[in-house]
């Protein structure tokens, strides 16, 4: 079983990546640090002749990683009450994906369990709320499986680990994914 992490944070070993490494200890996991890729913003080319050009940055790498994973791990901080600018980026271009006739994108998506994991500072409980629904709708459109979601509580470095049912969510996950390699 392929596990695939997406982490969508600006800053190395934020709250949100200790989650996501805590969710995934002990598991064959392939990392994708978003900042640490050239992904360029999408150019909407819905409605040009072709609806599709090629760019010439990281995102094909990475996007062809995620579709041939079995599990994916959406791993982002709560900024200004929804997903990092990464993160953002990086969905955002799947639009493109979708008209890439190079390859089925919505196929190898379908039925993929994903997860999220947000951290957030104040109240992130409550207003991670909508970054949660926001992905909910997201995995919908794709036909993917909204597996589970923690969201923690955190804003300085490792503040994140005082959060103990953040933590207990996360061990519970974990070990849900260890019985599916078995």
């Known amino acids: ?11 190395d070993n934020g709250n949100a990546e200790t989650l996501a490494r805590r969710l995934c200890d002990g598991l064959d996991v392939e990392w994708i640090t978003l900042r ?65 006739p190079a390859y089925d994108f919505k196929g190898a998506m379908k039925d993929k369990p994903a997860y999220v994991i947000i951290s957030g500072g104040e109240s992130a409980k409550i207003k991670g709320l909508p970054l949660v629904q926001q992905f909910q ?24 680990l005082n959060d103990k049912v953040a933590l207990q969510e996360v061990d519970h996950l974990n070990q849900a994914l260890k019985n599916m390699s078995v």
């Open 36 to 100: 640490d890729k050239d992904i360029r913003p999408i150019r909407d080319q819905r409605h040009t002749e072709h609806g599709f050009e090629p760019v010439d940055d990281e995102y094909e790498d990475v996007i062809r990683q995620v579709m041939n994973s079995d599990i994916l791990v959406f791993s982002t901080p709560l900024y200004w009450y929804g997903m990092s600018g990464h993160m953002k980026n990086f969905v955002d271009r799947w639009s493109q994906s979708l008209r890439n």
């Open 137 to 160: 709708y997201i995995f919908e459109f794709m036909n993917m499986k909204f597996a589970g979601y923690v969201i923690g509580r955190g804003t300085k470095p490792g503040e994140v």
């Open 1 to 11: 079983m392929k596990i695939s992490v997406i982490l969508g944070s600006s800053r």
